[in-house]
């Protein structure tokens, strides 16, 4: 059986706020976005060594579409610059995340899904759907699972 120390148990706290700030603020700016402009483009969002909580925005890398002016966002690439960035800033902050648009096939619905990491090696993924109805925007309760490290892999 193992023992947790008061010190152990403070800092899994600690961890967990971090972790949980940085989720909610990614949840609450997608959600903001979406209520205002419809759509979200993927971002990242650290939480600096002394607490503090940065947006980190990357340009949006732009694929011709099909027509000749028709051009649609990578946001796969988008994601991907997102998390170069903040693997090369990993030293100043203690937590981070990215937070895109994702399908949910077998619910046939979109949601804000939020890949979280923090600097002790603990990675968290939240996944929120939504929709949009007559009356605007209706966002289900986010589910979370254990994430994959990038960031501090």
């Not at 960035?85 to 990993?90: G, H, I, S, V």
Request: glycine share 8%.
């Amino acid at each position: 059986m193992e023992h947790t120390t008061p010190e152990q148990s403070e800092t899994d706290a600690l961890v967990q706020d971090d972790l949980n700030k940085v989720i909610g603020t990614a949840l609450g700016v997608a959600a903001e976005q979406l209520e205002t402009h419809g759509a979200f483009l993927p971002v990242g969002l650290v939480m600096t060594l002394d607490g503090e909580l940065n947006l980190v925005a990357v340009s949006p890398n732009e694929v011709a579409g099909e027509g000749e002016e028709e051009t649609e966002l990578d946001a796969d690439q988008m994601v991907a610059d997102l998390f170069e960035a903040l693997t090369q800033q990993r030293e100043q902050n203690r937590a981070a995340a990215v937070v895109c648009d994702i399908h949910l096939p077998d619910d046939a619905t979109d949601a804000i899904h939020v890949m979280a990491e923090h600097s002790t090696g603990l990675g968290v993924s939240a996944v929120r759907p939504y929709r949009q109805a007559p009356s605007g925007w209706e966002f289900g309760n986010p589910f979370l699972e254990a994430g994959e490290l990038a960031i501090w892999a």
